[in-house]
RNA sequence: GACCCCAUCGUCUAGUGGCCUAGGACAUCAGCCUCUCACGUUGAGAACACGGGUUCAAAUCCCGUUGGGGUCGCCA
């Protein structure tokens, strides 16, 4: 049989770091096993449910490079269908309609808690007479579970996991409006779309026993189930706003690129033996549910850093300068790619996101004269410029404007001063860059040319 | 409160009864490299939550305790 997943959000919001790690798993385990990974919008919840959400869902999904196969099922308009199964569900006997009012149910919740007991629906209606109807009360229409025995999950991840019926209350199917609610229309639809494994968060464990209920009532077999555990915040408390619950549009504004999230997620609750840098292609290889932990695990942007940081010094230069571009507001700057991509490994190797990259690549956009840092200017003491003076007429006659022998003469240059090379590189790099740290100082002066170099320094000079 | 799940270095994890004086990675600290900062590289410190069992042998199995998390909606 063929393997059909699918990542099921529901549309209230963006697509956060737990959904995304969810669809990721979804979509390396159908891409594993060379099924089908299918993508459906959750949105019975007429009141929350946005298109603003519903887009940031999607293209989150794309920018991270989860392609799902087919067209996007959305919930709603599958309504008829959800009411259409209940009503079967109701003349099997199976089911049954609920005249209870909202406060009645309260009532109901508030005794139990107060009373110490389970808080659940009692059941009232489910035996009496359908000619005790109140007028004029639309009815909810529940679902006839059992009361005795036990209804049992075989986990893919947490194993088998038990509870007794008499735990479990009588659910509503369909609201009185006749829209379904959650439980009903989730079984409704994976049954209906063929998924054959549901992968999702562990916190809707407890809510598959009462899904296995409907399947058993409907006749229908259930799919398999791997309820993997949730990623908390860096504080072990669950994600908030504050900790990095964030869209994933955040984490590419931030500048992580979708490879290293990719990996980074993938590592969260995931593991094959010693692997840390795990391409997308291993990951589709290796990845299966059995490695998948059952401990609840945090977040931790040092570890993102780092692997950020490696995809960038693996990614190519061009795809990086246009990046960097891009991020400095001036993408269509032919002259600006060129440049940064002649200076990008150097300047690949020091940053730990795009962002950062950015930064420090934003002395090569800058125009002359450039402004130095208080560090930078801090080294133009009276020695320094006397250094650089010199070394201005000594660089005016390179014969070649190539790191190496720049750096050749520049080595020279301050053997015959009896001066340290640092001498000459600091105040160098103050005047070129504008800071105290920055890549190979001749690999600067080759990216930024004999012209603009000798104009930096003069800048300084005569400033 | 009831029910369910979880528990190895600060963090992510390897470990499925002997190979564990518990391995790797990130982070931290120290050294090397060096024109700065990085990258790279070498090394150090750092964990089986606790208490009982089972067994010749337990991080690994069982029970309890503690601590975390989840669910209990006419939300999803």
């Given amino acids: 049989m063929s393997i059909v997943t699918r990542f099921a959000p529901s549309p209230t919001g963006f697509l956060h770091i737990g959904g995304a790690r969810t669809a990721l ?19 019975t919840d007429r009141q929350r449910s946005t298109k603003e959400a519903i887009d ?33 569900l109701l003349a099997a006997g199976k089911a049954y309609y609920c005249y209870c009012s909202a406060e009645e149910l309260d009532q109901m919740r508030e005794a139990a808690r107060a009373a110490g007991k389970p808080v659940r629906y009692d059941g009232r209606w489910r035996d009496r007479d359908p000619k005790d109807a109140p007028a004029g009360v639309k009815p909810v229409i529940r679902l006839k579970a059992p009361t005795t025995g036990e209804t049992i999950v075989h986990d893919k991840v947490q194993g088998e996991v038990k509870v007794a019926n008499d735990q479990l209350d009588d659910m509503i199917l369909l609201r009185s409006d006749g829209t379904p609610t959650y439980m009903h229309a989730v079984v409704v639809d994976d049954h209906d779309m063929g998924i054959t494994q549901v992968i999702r968060g562990d916190d809707h464990l407890t809510n598959t026993f009462r899904q296995l209920q409907i399947y058993q009532a409907a006749g229908w077999e259930a799919p398999s189930f791997a309820h993997i555990p949730l990623i908390h915040g860096a504080d072990g408390a669950k994600l908030s706003k504050r900790h990095g619950a964030l869209g994933v549009e955040a984490y590419r504004e931030m500048g992580y690129l979708p490879e290293a999230l990719r990996n980074y997620l993938l590592r969260l609750g995931w593991g094959h033996g010693d692997d840390e840098i795990i391409s997308t292609e291993q990951a589709i290889q290796w990845f299966d549910l059995d490695a998948v932990g059952r401990a609840p695990s945090r977040f931790d942007f040092a570890k993102l850093d780092n692997l950020n940081g ?21 993408a269509g700057d032919a002259t600006l790619l060129a440049r940064l991509q002649a200076g990008m490994p150097g300047l690949k190797a020091r940053a730990k996101t795009l962002k950062e990259l950015a930064e420090n690549a934003k002395f090569y956009a800058a125009a002359r004269p450039l402004t130095l840092d208080d560090k930078a200017r801090g080294q133009m003491t009276p020695e320094a410029r006397g250094v650089l003076t010199a070394l201005r007429a000594a660089l005016a006659g390179a014969a070649n404007w190539v790191a190496a022998d720049l750096e050749a003469l520049a080595r020279g240059f301050a053997e015959a001063k009896a001066v340290k090379l ?35 320094i003069d800048d300084c000079l005569t400033a």
Avoid: C
């Avoid at 891409?31 to 299918?38: D, E």
């Avoid at 067209?71 to 259409?84: K, L, N």
């Fill in 422 to 456: 640092g001498q000459v590189a600091q105040p160098l790099r103050a005047a070129l860059t504008g800071a105290t740290t920055s890549p190979p100082i001749f690999e600067v002066m080759q990216v930024l040319g004999r012209d603009e170099t000798l104009g930096r």
């Fill in 310 to 330: 490696h995809y960038i010094r693996e990614t190519d230069d061009a795809r990086l300068a246009r990046e960097v571009a891009e991020r400095l507001g001036r």
């Fill in 25 to 43: 798993f979804n979509w390396l385990y159908a891409r594993h096993h060379g099924g089908t990974y299918r993508l459906r919008i959750e949105d």
């Fill in 56 to 88: 940031a869902i999607v293209e989150g999904l794309k920018w991270l490079g989860l392609d799902w196969d087919g067209e996007i099922v959305f919930q709603f308009a599958r309504a008829q269908r959800h009411a259409e199964v209940a009503r079967e």
